[in-house]
């Protein structure tokens, strides 16, 4: 099993690669449950769970709200219980509620916090709005990082944030080594929408895509009327945030999410991509490996359990 050093050394090292992740915590353990609080495990954006927070009937839900998590940025704690919420009670903020009627008969409480990709900020060029940038910059956590002209960009430039603010000098590398392949996160070029429009047109013909090249963001920055570098830079910083913590799918949330087990949400109407584990009353979601059709009709399962009882009670024709 792995431990918690073992959870925490992945960690360091996705964080590290710019890679996103959900640290996943016990905070709270109502006996019988096989996970203990302070117990953790990291699930990644392609729904990978490494550590231990529950067993085959809780990892479907960590990872089903990890992976929630990831696409909001919004941390979470999901509590998970034998017991529903009496009825006309108010689910607590940030709280969301997974009813498991499992044979154990535990509770838990798992916080989720998501840690978004890179926050390295690559600045290229010697410029005012390159001083301001560093310095606001460090303000909001970022990592900067300053190249030097004919530095080899190819590692640093992976999941960055690359600003490119020389008025002309040193930003060829930086712009190509930040645009091929998709390498940086964000690529932004300070300069008049006629000499952007002139460097993109050089970078396909420097053999950078044209798909890669329309990534570009040149003018840099938000339109916020920014004259001065300071509030160039901070611009430029807005756009970042934006991108780093997209608001579309926060605001779309209570449609989109329909969360599974809030008060009002009956367990006879999951959201449209999930379905009931008849056996124990989980959310379930419809790409589980987990199924038994019969009679032209499938139904889904949290765990082989759950899908071993309903073959065994006849119910599966």
Do not use: N
């Not at 925490?8 to 006996?31: I, M, N, S, W």
């Not at 605001?251 to 379905?275: C, M, N, S």
């Not at 889904?300 to 119910?315: D, H």
Request: glycine fraction near 12%; aromatic fraction near 4%.
């Amino acid at each position: 099993m792995t431990g918690p050093m073992d959870v925490f050394a992945a960690a360091a090292r996705l964080y590290q690669d710019g890679v996103p992740f959900v640290l996943a915590t016990v905070v709270r353990a109502e006996r019988p449950t096989s996970a203990r609080p302070g117990a953790k495990a990291i699930v990644t954006g392609d729904g990978e769970v490494r550590g231990f927070v529950g067993g085959t009937c809780v990892k479907p839900a960590v990872r089903r709200e990890s992976l929630r998590a990831l696409e909001d940025g919004a941390p979470r704690l999901l509590r998970i219980s034998p017991d529903r919420p009496a009825e006309g009670v108010e689910v607590e903020e940030g709280v969301l509620e997974e009813h498991m009627a499992c044979v154990s008969g535990g509770a838990l409480d798992i916080h989720l916090e998501p840690y978004l990709p890179s926050r390295r900020l690559v600045l290229a060029g010697s410029s005012p709005i390159v001083e301001s940038l560093a310095a606001l910059g460090g303000s909001l956590g970022m990592e900067e990082r300053t190249v030097a002209p004919g530095e080899d960009l190819a590692d640093v430039a992976e999941g960055a944030f690359v600003v490119v603010a020389g008025h002309g000098e040193g930003e060829w590398e930086a712009l190509k080594a930040g645009l091929a392949g998709g390498r940086a996160r964000y690529v932004g070029l300070v300069a008049s929408p006629r000499r952007a429009a002139a460097v993109r047109e050089r970078l396909v013909g420097m053999g950078v895509a044209e798909a890669d090249v329309q990534r570009l963001r040149s003018p840099a920055g938000l339109d916020i009327g920014a004259e001065t570098p300071g509030e160039i830079a901070l611009s430029i910083l807005a756009e970042i945030v934006a991108e780093r913590r997209p608001p579309a799918p926060r605001e779309a949330a209570p449609e989109r999410r329909a969360p599974p087990a809030t008060v009002g949400i009956p367990l006879e109407a999951p959201a449209a991509d999930l379905a009931v584990d008849p056996i124990c009353g989980m959310h379930v979601s419809r790409d589980s490996p987990h199924r038994v059709e019969a009679g032209g009709e499938t139904t889904w399962f949290c765990c082989a359990g759950c899908a071993e009882t309903f073959a065994m009670s006849g119910r599966a024709g």
